[in-house]
């Protein structure tokens, strides 16, 4: 099992407690580098128009719960399995 794997893993158990660095790494790996990065956003391009978006933000070193989510269902939505 792969390290993203692992952070993929612990997204979908417990989405309210995920390092903002896993979920950049996730992201990074899924989406590519991210478009906009230096403010307190990132954002990532998605091969659709609209949700789920891929936008995230560091919160003190943790990702926030909803946006952990919105980047589970846009992985759902590229077609990569659990």
Excluded at 34 to 46: C, E
Aim: a positive charge; proline letters at 7%.
């Amino acid at each position: 099992m792969s390290a993203v794997d692992k952070i993929l893993e612990q997204m979908r158990v417990e989405p309210a407690n995920v390092r903002f660095a896993d979920l950049q790494r996730v992201c990074e790996f899924h989406f590519g580098k991210p478009r906009q990065q230096g403010s307190s956003h990132a954002i990532y391009k998605t091969p659709w128009p609209g949700n789920p978006r891929v936008n995230i933000q560091n919160d003190k070193g943790k990702a926030k719960a909803y946006q952990v989510r919105q980047v589970l269902l846009a992985i759902e939505r590229l077609g990569v399995k659990p």
